[in-house]
């Protein structure tokens, strides 16, 4: 029993797999915030060429 619960203790396996899965869910979080940000600053840019060029009409 004592084997067991040492070899468990010395398995890292679990944790790397963990960490690799933060890992992941960080770089989607950066990468939906960036999409989101982005998309929001061509928007704002479309209306604003949308308006210039109504207002010349």
């Known amino acids: ?23 992941a869910a960080l770089i989607a979080l950066a990468i939906m915030v ?5 998309g929001n600053a061509l928007n704002n840019q479309f209306e604003f060429i949308t308006n210039e060029l109504e207002s010349t009409q």
């Open 1 to 23: 029993m004592s084997k067991l619960f040492a070899r468990f203790v010395k398995d890292e396996s679990g944790a790397t797999a963990i960490e690799y899965g933060l890992i």
């Open 34 to 38: 960036g999409a989101g940000n982005l």
